[in-house]
């Protein structure tokens, strides 16, 4: 990815968290529709992460687009198969042809000349020009950025307010080790415990529960998402 190699670490960073979240939520679906949804998500914030890796540190060049183009025009394709089922597999579909037409550029910008292309978009962004640099459609990009960011805005409007982490069960009563007496300070002497392990862990499973499967969040992923495709668009 052209631009300062700050904003392209911090793409990085966000998309991988993303994507990483969308997997860990694939595995604790049980849902078809949300499996595959996630499981589009993780694949788009894998693809996204490593293109955003600053060209000065990862240069695909033109192998690396084709591979691109490949995985997500197949993405995309198996988005519109689905898309009488479920309606936001368009949204997808509109993610995969823009990963497509970024890796379209990319290829553009390094093929042919032995890579005077792409050193000339190098130089451009060294001297503060990175129009230069800009090798896209104008019209196109313009339009998926409309789209992006849109559909961000609509994320975050439409996001449920958060209710809050779910009150962690009751404990069950507590077992005496080495004596019959129960709870803490109990006649009969012993150590109580909890028979399941503790309320500690079901906080934390609650917790962890809330957190891959909590609207909100997926919101948030969503938004952050879309936020991230609009600012790599607006470097090709």
Known sequence: MHGPPLVGWLLVALCAATGTWCLLRM???RAAAERRDAAAGALMGAGMAVMAVPVTVLDTGTAGAVVFAAVFTAAGLHALVLVRHDRHQVHHAVGAAAMVYMAVVMARGTAGHGGHAAHAAHAAHAVGRPEAAASGLPLVSGLLLVYFAGHAL????????????????????????????????APGGGTARTADGGPGADAAGAGKGWL?????????????????????LLTV
């Open 27 to 29: 595995r604790a679906c």
């Open 212 to 232: 891959l499967s909590a609207p909100e969040v997926a919101a948030a992923c969503r938004a952050s998402m879309a936020i991230c495709m609009a600012t790599m």
């Open 154 to 185: 609509w994320c975050v409007v439409r996001s449920p307010v958060p209710a809050g982490v779910p009150a962690v069960p009751a404990a069950p009563p507590a077992l005496a080790v080495g004596g019959g007496a129960t709870g803490p300070g």
